[in-house]
């Protein structure tokens, strides 16, 4: 008996990375999960049915609202309704790029598929949330809004709008039920960070800064989640919650 | 099977208020609860027995450290362990609404006695224990009128501020442990005692129209932030504070 038994929960960005983690987690308290990413995320999928799961994803970019809302509807119609919504799809590349040489486009970019997309599955999935009158809307932030670290400025920017609109939706569509809260992960040893050049030495770093000194991994995330996506936490709302072993307390 | 199964918790001030809904609900998921009071709690006990839990209760000031030392004691000695501390238990929760040149500088103390210095003692007491496991979860009860600034009650106010600011520096010194210290911080909450009160009509029915969920707090729902970082579902998570309030304040 998991605690998402009989729920929807879409989760964006899960092919990989921790996404893959909030999907399979969400899966194994009974929740069936459907993903959405601009990758195949056939591995999530089988991983979560071998398991004794229910998955389906689709090819979906975020930030196209045509996409969104037929990915939606997709789910909609095989799965009967969407319960939680996980908003953890987000351009998140760790190339360090000084102000001056931001571009743009590079800075649109990241708004659009981190913010936009954020606003289009919110979009898309609110009728069916309000047709039963609850819903649970997590949003993926970041650490990054309170030490600010320098040569990401399109990233972390981004993550600070999600705060603002953490916030805003929650007083929206608290009269629908709809819950909406963040969750801020500390920098997190996903395989994509663990194989970059230079990384080891910089989340070793990290990890002293944090009360509880070692690297952040995918799995400490899925607690949260769960949290926010499950009934304990139905009088919660507007609230971020930063996961990231005490570096930053908030 | 709970998510607290082999857990020890000590709940203060778990005779009435909020605290009978945090200690009902981790001996629900299986802990072994004992509940701390200056009041009697067998309503409390007999409750959670009833439902097939465990618990004990023991009067205990926990401003008062020899009481707080043999709280621990006796926890270990019924329990075998002690894995989770709920500094819940604080004074002038009451809403009773005074302006700041009508408190007392006993008032003042007798708060912060209670509520700042009866969690540290409580903390300070626990930790031999909790270091001898290499593992604890600690659960600070803050408040939404940190965020708020709320006024007339500058007392109750300033030691839930501390009780952040603790927090904090607690996650930071116990880390290294396997310490977690969280806190939550409620709302204004429907408990017995507020809803029974009738010297301050229409307070709960407005405060519920500042929520984004436009309804009053009920004890109840305080008790899954509890239980969660109670549970081994938030061990990557330390020094924060969880406003649980409907979405009044957005922290």
């Not at chain 2, 926990?62 to 894995?83: C, M, N, Y």
């Not at chain 2, 040149?101 to 003692?121: H, K, P």
Request: glycine fraction near 10%.
């Amino acid at each position: 008996m998991g605690r998402l038994d009989g729920k929807v929960a879409i989760v964006t960005g899960a092919a990989q990375g921790i996404g893959a983690y909030y999907a399979r987690g969400l899966a194994a308290e009974g929740a069936w999960v459907a993903i959405a990413d601009i990758e195949p995320a056939d591995r999530v999928v089988a991983e979560v049915k071998k398991a004794g799961g229910e998955a389906m994803s689709e090819i979906c970019d975020v930030s196209d609202g045509a996409a969104v809302a037929r990915f939606v509807g997709a789910v909609d119609e095989a799965y009967g309704g969407v319960d939680i919504l996980v908003n953890n799809a987000s351009l998140a590349r760790m190339d360090r790029t000084p102000v001056e040489e931001l571009s743009a486009a590079e800075w649109d970019r990241y708004f659009a598929v981190n913010v936009r997309g954020m606003v289009e599955c919110v979009k898309a999935v609110l009728p069916i949330m309000r047709r039963k009158q609850y819903g649970k809307i997590i949003n993926i932030t970041s650490g990054t809004v309170w030490n600010g670290p320098p040569n990401m400025l399109h990233y972390v920017s981004t993550k600070g709008a999600i705060l603002g609109m953490t916030r805003a939706l929650s007083t929206e569509l608290g009269k629908d039920g709809i819950r909406v809260n963040a969750i801020a992960p500390g920098l997190t040893s996903t395989d994509y960070i663990k194989g970059k050049n230079n990384y080891a030495d910089y989340l070793a770093a990290i990890a002293n800064t944090r009360s509880i000194q070692r690297e952040e991994v995918p799995e400490d995330l899925v607690g949260a989640c769960i949290f926010f996506a499950s009934p304990d936490s139905d009088f919660v709302t507007g609230q971020c919650l930063v996961v990231d072993g005490g570096a930053i307390k908030h | 099977m709970g998510k607290l199964d082999g857990k020890v918790a000590i709940v203060t001030g778990a005779a009435s208020g909020i605290g009978p809904a945090y200690a009902q609900g981790l001996a629900a998921e299986g802990a072994k609860v004992m509940i701390a009071d200056i009041e009697p709690s067998e309503a409390t006990v007999k409750a959670i027995r009833a439902a097939g839990g465990v618990a004990e209760s023991r009067r205990c000031d926990v401003s008062d450290e020899r009481q707080v030392a043999a709280l621990i004691r006796d926890t270990e000695a019924a329990f075998g362990g002690l894995h989770i501390l709920v500094n819940n238990a604080a004074v002038f929760a009451r809403y009773v609404a005074v302006p700041l040149d009508q408190i007392s500088a006993e008032d003042w103390e007798r708060a912060f006695a209670v509520n700042v210095r009866g969690s540290f003692l409580c903390v300070k007491a626990a930790l031999p224990i909790m270091r001898r496991q290499r593992y604890g979860k600690i659960v600070n009860i803050a408040s939404g009128t940190v965020f708020k600034g709320v006024p007339m009650m500058l007392h109750y106010v300033s030691t839930k501020g501390a009780i952040i600011a603790m927090t904090r520096s607690m996650a930071n010194e116990l880390g290294r442990d396997g310490i977690r210290v969280n806190a939550i911080a409620p709302g204004l909450t429907s408990t017995e005692y507020l809803k029974g009160r009738n010297d301050i009509p229409g307070v709960l029915e407005a405060m519920a129209k500042t929520r984004a969920i436009g309804r009053q707090e009920d004890p109840q729902d305080l008790v899954g932030a509890c239980v969660f970082f109670c549970s081994p579902d938030s061990d990557f998570i330390t020094g924060q504070t969880l406003v649980v309030d409907g979405g009044g304040v957005m922290h």
